[in-house]
């Protein structure tokens, strides 16, 4: 990793052909630089607000967010965490597949439960129906979550529970594994009654200027069927 790679892009953490192992090796030099946090600082990346935004949108009072039972999928060093804790949500889980960038995360005192761990085409030691709503926020991108990763997303989310997914907008065309595969994949899973979509809004200045799509689905009863695997 070049000296100030991180402080321009995240495109070291994004490059075409690199396996997800080498990807995660990245994330944990990135992590250990102790330059993460300052490089994806909020004034240029606003993934976290923006997703935690949208969370408590659909838990609009204090009850229902100390009641309800989130799931930080990629959760990285914790910034999603920060942000829907300071919304007042009281039970949130991390799960990340690096382990320095857990231990980020870790000091900030914010997660009930830590899964080390990718989402993808494999199933999770998490329960189904688990969560009231599972956020990814950046987590999507080259050599990172696949689009295997929704079956299993979908199966940890209680029927009537919320999927929100942000992520730069031109990733769906850039990234091979996405490219007319994510968004059809999103709306065979609709039109197979597991989710319906609520949202699919675009937010400019996401991440590095570039501009973000956000998903947002609620997961339906019928997704049952999907979960007795
Ligand atoms: C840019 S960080 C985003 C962290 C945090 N969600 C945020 O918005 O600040 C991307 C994270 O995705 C994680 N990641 C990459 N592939 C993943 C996968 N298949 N499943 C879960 N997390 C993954 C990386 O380890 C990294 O911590």
Redesign the pocket.
Known sequence: MAEDEGSAS?DFAHEPGVP?EE??RR?ALWAQSAKYEKD?REEVYK??SIAADVVAEYFPNENLRKSARIL??????G??GEKLKEKNFQTIDA????GQ?LQLALKKGIYNHIFQS???GHVLEIEADHYDAAVI???MGEG??PCS?LDELIRVIKPGGIATIVMREEYLRSVAEYRDRLEPRMWELEGQRKWRRLARDLVPGYSFQNTGVVFVFRVLEESGKLKGR
Do not use: K, Q, W
Request: charged share 10%; with cysteine; net charge negative.
């Open positions: 995240n997800r990807i995660t994330y994806l993934g976290p930080d999928v990629a959760a990285g060093s910034f999603v799960l990340e597949p690096c960038m990718y989402l993808n926020s950046g987590g990172h979550i990763g």
